[in-house]
């Protein structure tokens, strides 16, 4: 393929030298021609029979690079004992007579990009300040142990600069950062570290990653990912990353910067200028990469990338410069206002609220009565209850008086609709039956606590992301905080103080975990700081605290009947007076030291009382409790 070869070198080793020209000549008939470094070529027009091979250290090939810009010459290396980076970032072979080979292959051949940082060249990777592992190509090195100290170490060391980051098309941002991390393409060295983006030796863009957490949640989150994960993408991007991809960004600061280029030359400068060189040289890449030079081949010119709304901004930047990391992310201050205001607007009192409470009320007091779930569904989703609930639990950790008084105001009128309604509803209908839709709204326990910690979580989230503020009807149903109070309006028109006590404890249960586990939500996303909120949350779990005594001893209750349960209903048939008798547990109830069952007993003939009372003890000895029964006899005629 080529006539004539440049042998550009310093070495002396006249062994070394002898062994490569000497497989030259023999395999290829190549003419060798051996020149210095400082030799700088012109082209000419029988370049393409001439190839410029050269055996130089790390440094030495920049210098030839930077000194053969943009010229229509055909460059080789070859692996020398100095050029440890050359040969990563190439993928040459560290077989001097395998990257020959190399040379002389057409496929391998390729134009390449270089990155320029202010006037040095870098053959991938520019690091500013610490990127906290991401650029440690050596961990894997290490112990378990080791690895460990290393994560809790940087866990501690972190700290930020201000950085000013503008692009090719003057886009500008003002940031807080630990450190930046540029690369040219994705080589070898970089398949070593956490980076597994594919990105192209010669589409005219440099990638720069910023490391930048709004939190200590995210930062660890973010080490994590690197220590022992150990894969980072722009697919899976940490949010206390950002990325840019552009063929220019300038990097500013009001101090100096500490950079290193291909992680050995350490340089300092307030402005960084980085450029990418397009199809600047040609090159014979190691048969590594082969698969990249095919894959460049058919590449397609890409737009800038710029992935940068997670960085800290304004305030937030200010808090990480003086070494605060927050525990929680602190929300962005138009995020903030627009929560805020719709906020308050849910908190206001309205005639609609007022009419939707109402007809919610009559409608789950219909569903009551006619023991009806889907009417108590279109309850729980007509109910508007559940945003001065959102809007209060904000009101407790802001400690705003506006917010808090005016929240609990409108929730405080449509508790009162709700029982009025319902009350007057249970006095005008001419039933007092308590049916089942009602019973299981009078003995609540830990697990209604749950859900409505559970939905004040998925509230305070849904309220806050305006992309799933449509769960919220879901989030409705799911708390149902107006059934409870129809049946406590029911309890007080019919006068029975078991109605009105558990369903004003379940409706008690709903609102503080709802409150306390949106306040929490709010301040994990940012939008309160803990200090602030310590004295609202104080109170709000006191209140938990105590409603949660009667709801463990209820579930404690729950639990019993369930063991009870298992055991009685291991009797599925037994013989009684020669006669076979299959039993079905309807329901049960353990009351102090009497069990209460409603059974179903099927059987081909009529049994007397004797063989009821045989039945009973049988399932008495099961439980070694006294158990009262109440029959339902079927006989089964064939």
């Not at 042998?7 to 000497?22: A, G, H, P, R, S």
């Not at 039933?431 to 697990?447: G, K, Y």
């Not at 209140?543 to 001893?553: V, Y």
Request: glycine content about 4%; charged content about 20%; some cysteine.
């Amino acid at each position: 393929m080529y006539k004539n070869i440049n042998f550009i070198t310093q070495e002396k080793d006249e062994k070394v030298l002898n062994e490569i020209f000497d497989y030259i000549k023999e395999k290829y008939k190549s003419e060798i021609s051996i020149f210095s470094t400082e030799e700088i070529f012109d082209e000419h027009k029988n370049d393409k029979d001439t190839l410029f091979l050269l055996f130089l250290s790390d440094n030495e090939i920049k210098n030839f690079f930077q000194n053969h810009l943009n010229k229509s010459i055909f460059i080789s290396i070859l692996p020398h004992k100095d050029s440890a980076n050359t040969i990563k970032n190439y993928g040459i072979s560290s077989n001097i007579i395998d990257a020959i080979d190399d040379s002389y292959n057409p496929e391998l051949l390729s134009k390449i990009d270089l990155l320029k940082c202010n006037e040095f060249l870098s053959f991938n990777r520019i690091s500013i300040g610490d990127m906290h592992g991401m650029n440690n190509f050596d961990y894997n090195k290490n112990s378990r142990l080791n690895k460990i100290k290393i994560f809790f170490d940087n866990l501690k060391n972190i700290s930020f600069k201000s950085y000013t980051l503008t692009t090719s098309e003057e886009y500008s941002i003002k940031t807080a950062a630990s450190g930046i991390t540029i690369l040219e393409h994705l080589s070898i060295a970089t398949q070593e570290s956490a980076l597994r983006d594919e990105l192209s030796i010669h589409d005219g863009k440099l990638n720069a990653y910023i490391l930048a957490p709004t939190s200590l949640i995210s930062y660890v989150w973010y080490l994590l990912s690197i220590f022992f994960y150990q894969r980072i993408s722009l697919v899976s991007l940490p949010k206390s990353l950002g990325f840019i991809k552009a063929s220019k960004l300038t990097i500013s600061s009001n101090e100096m910067l500490d950079y290193q280029i291909d992680n050995k030359d350490l340089h300092q400068s307030k402005l960084i200028k980085l450029e990418v060189l397009q199809d600047c040289l040609n090159i014979h890449l190691g048969r590594s990469l082969v698969e990249i030079v095919k894959n460049d081949d058919n590449y397609i010119e890409e737009k800038d990338v710029i992935k940068l709304n997670s960085l800290p901004k304004a305030e937030l930047s200010s808090i990480l410069i003086e070494g605060k990391l927050p525990l929680f992310k602190k929300a962005s201050d138009d995020d903030f206002k627009d929560l805020l205001s719709s906020l308050k607007q849910s908190a206001n009192f309205s005639y609609t609220y007022a009419i939707l409470m109402i007809l919610s009320t009559l409608l789950s007091t219909t569903g009551l009565f006619a023991n009806s779930t889907p009417v108590i569904i279109g309850a729980m989703i007509l109910a508007p209850l559940m945003a001065p609930i959102i809007s209060l639990s904000m009101g407790i950790i802001r400690a705003d008086k506006f917010l808090l008084f005016q929240s609990l105001r409108t929730l405080l009128f449509g508790i009162f609709l709700a029982l009025l309604f319902s009350s007057i509803y249970a006095l005008l209908i001419p039933l007092e039956q308590i049916t089942v839709e009602m019973q299981v709204r009078v003995n609540p326990n830990l697990l209604d606590l749950m859900v409505a910690i559970f939905s004040g979580i998925a509230g305070a989230y849904a309220t806050s992301k305006e992309e799933v503020s449509k769960s919220l009807a879901g989030v409705a149903i799911a708390v149902a905080l107006v059934p409870p109070l129809s049946v406590m309006g029911i309890g007080l028109g019919i006068g029975n103080i078991d109605l009105i006590y558990g369903s004003f404890l379940l409706f008690l249960t709903n609102l503080v975990g709802i409150t306390l586990s949106a306040a929490l939500t709010f301040i994990v996303l940012g939008f309160a700081p803990v200090k602030k909120a310590q004295k609202g949350l104080f109170y709000t779990f006191v209140l938990m605290a105590l409603i949660s005594i009667p709801l463990f001893l209820s579930f404690i209750k729950v639990v019993d009947n369930y063991e009870y349960f298992n055991k009685l209903n291991s009797f599925k048939s037994i013989v009684v007076n020669d006669k076979k008798v299959e039993l079905n547990i309807q329901s049960l109830q353990n009351k102090k030291d009497k069990i209460f069952v409603n059974l179903e007993v099927v059987s081909s003939e009529y049994l007397s009382f004797n063989d009821y009372n045989i039945i009973k003890n049988k399932l008495q000895e099961t439980v070694d409790k006294q158990i009262v029964l109440k029959i339902i006899a079927v006989v089964q005629i064939n």
